[in-house]
Structure formats: structure tokens, C-alpha cells
């Protein structure tokens, strides 16, 4: 292995399944997408942005990198083909990436809303778009069709189908059989938060766009 290699271990091999999984289902999503990998401590920060949703989960493992972009497609063949316990990290892309990563700070708690509101409002986009004439337009024009207000605090946002979507075929919510789950809504003066059990979803506030000005 030369020294300039980027590389990532996982701390045990379901941390390799989980980020298989996860990659999966971005793919699925959005085939040609990138996913941004940062180093935290102990843990992988996994950044992405399907459906213009930008997504955040985490996995117990180490870089020899800080920071690294790539395309997602490439990064699953990678860690499906690990050597020696290590995931030799695809080329990277970093010039590529063009979100806007939300801040740290400055977040407001609004309200809770169970997992299984969140999965059936999904499905029931999925079934719209099923029995429409033509599925294809019928999906592009519910994504930003409203699917839920939260309010709290004085303070309310507006949940457009996309970000439910995502949250459901990622498998954030976790699986039905936990009813007992909930997706935590926050926000800041730009951004929306939905902290749920397996990752977190954020989508800007009235409509703004995702890029760098």
C-alpha cells in the first residue's frame, strides 16, 4: 500500500454492511451522486445530497484522510471489495462538491413527530405517483408539494414531500416495527433539521437553493 493511498477501516465489519447499505439506497436515489466523507473523532461523517435533500450519518471508522468527495456509485464497489480491512478510497472528487454544508449551531427544537406519520406520508407520495398517467412527471411535481407543518417555539416549517422520501428510502426512520420512534424537527433561520434514529435530513427553508452563491 503506497503512503499517498486514501483509505478507510471500519472499526468492526457491520460498520462495513451499514455503510454498504446506506449507499445502496443513496444510489438507488440518485445514481451519478456524490457522497462526502469527513473524519470525527472516532466516527466517518457521511454527507450527501439526494433529491436536493443534504443528508448526515455517521460510522464508527478512521481516515487517513480529513476530508473526501467522491461518487457514490464508486465508493459501494469500493467497500464491497475491502483489502485487508481497509476500503481503498475511490479518486477524489472534492471540486465537485457544490452543497452547502448546514451550521453546527443555531438550531431551535420545534416539536417530535413519530416515525410512522413520517413512513405513511411517504407511502402515500409513492402511491400518487404509482397511479398517475405518467409516473415520471407526477414524481418530479409532488417533490416539492407540502407533506407536513411543524410548528413550535412561535416558529413553523414547512416539510415538502422530498425530505419524507428521503428520510423513508435511506431507512432513517428505523424499521416500522419500532413504533415507538420519533423524528426530531428543528430549525435555524435558513435550514430545516430532522434528526431521525439512523441519520439526519436538512433542507433549506422557502425553497433556497442548495449551491454555493
Same mark, same amino acid.
Given at each position: 500500500?503506497?503512503?499517498?493511498?486514501?483509505?478507510?477501516?471500519?472499526?468492526?465489519?457491520?460498520?462495513?454492511?451499514?455503510?454498504?447499505?446506506?449507499?445502496? +439506497?443513496?444510489?438507488?436515489?440518485? &445514481?451519478?451522486?456524490?457522497?462526502?466523507?469527513?473524519?470525527?473523532?472516532?466516527?466517518?461523517?457521511?454527507?450527501?445530497?439526494?433529491?436536493?435533500?443534504?443528508?448526515?450519518?455517521? @460510522?464508527?471508522?478512521?481516515?487517513?484522510?480529513?476530508?473526501?468527495?467522491?461518487?457514490?456509485?464508486?465508493?459501494?464497489?469500493?467497500?464491497?471489495?475491502?483489502?485487508?480491512?481497509?476500503?481503498?478510497?475511490?479518486?477524489?472528487?472534492?471540486?465537485?462538491?457544490?452543497?452547502?454544508?448546514?451550521?453546527?449551531?443555531?438550531?431551535?427544537?420545534?416539536?417530535? #413527530?413519530?416515525?410512522? #406519520? #413520517?413512513?405513511?406520508?411517504?407511502?402515500?407520495?409513492? +402511491?400518487?405517483?404509482?397511479?398517475?398517467?405518467?409516473?415520471? @412527471?407526477?414524481?418530479?411535481?409532488?417533490?416539492?408539494?407540502?407533506?407536513?407543518?411543524?410548528?413550535?417555539?412561535?416558529?413553523?416549517?414547512?416539510?415538502?414531500?422530498?425530505? #419524507? @422520501?428521503?428520510?423513508?428510502?435511506?431507512?432513517?426512520?428505523?424499521? &416500522?416495527?419500532?413504533?415507538?420512534?420519533?423524528?426530531?424537527? &428543528?430549525?435555524?433561520?435558513?435550514? @430545516?433539521?430532522?434528526?431521525?434514529?439512523?441519520?439526519?435530513?436538512?433542507?433549506?427553508?422557502?425553497?433556497?437553493?442548495?449551491?454555493?452563491?
Amino acid at each position: 500500500m503506497t503512503t499517498d493511498e486514501a483509505v478507510l477501516r471500519a472499526r468492526a465489519p457491520e460498520d462495513l454492511t451499514d455503510c454498504s447499505v446506506l449507499l445502496s +439506497r443513496l444510489t438507488r436515489l440518485d &445514481a451519478v451522486g456524490l457522497v462526502r466523507l469527513q473524519q470525527a473523532g472516532e466516527f466517518v461523517t457521511f454527507w450527501a445530497s439526494p433529491l436536493d435533500v443534504v443528508i448526515r450519518t455517521e @460510522i464508527r471508522a478512521q481516515m487517513n484522510v480529513g476530508d473526501r468527495t467522491m461518487p457514490a456509485v464508486e465508493l459501494l464497489a469500493a467497500v464491497g471489495a475491502p483489502a485487508g480491512g481497509s476500503v481503498r478510497l475511490p479518486p477524489a472528487r472534492d471540486a465537485g462538491w457544490r452543497v452547502t454544508l448546514p451550521p453546527r449551531a443555531g438550531w431551535s427544537d420545534l416539536d417530535v #413527530v413519530p416515525a410512522e #406519520v #413520517v413512513r405513511d406520508l411517504a407511502d402515500s407520495a409513492g +402511491r400518487a405517483v404509482r397511479a398517475a398517467a405518467d409516473p415520471v @412527471i407526477a414524481g418530479g411535481s409532488l417533490l416539492d408539494q407540502e407533506a407536513l407543518r411543524v410548528s413550535g417555539g412561535g416558529d413553523e416549517v414547512v416539510l415538502p414531500v422530498r425530505v #419524507v @422520501i428521503v428520510l423513508h428510502r435511506l431507512g432513517f426512520l428505523g424499521a &416500522a416495527t419500532a413504533p415507538a420512534a420519533v423524528m426530531r424537527v &428543528a430549525c435555524s433561520p435558513a435550514w @430545516i433539521r430532522l434528526a431521525a434514529r439512523h441519520g439526519t435530513a436538512y433542507q433549506r427553508r422557502n425553497g433556497l437553493s442548495l449551491s454555493r452563491a
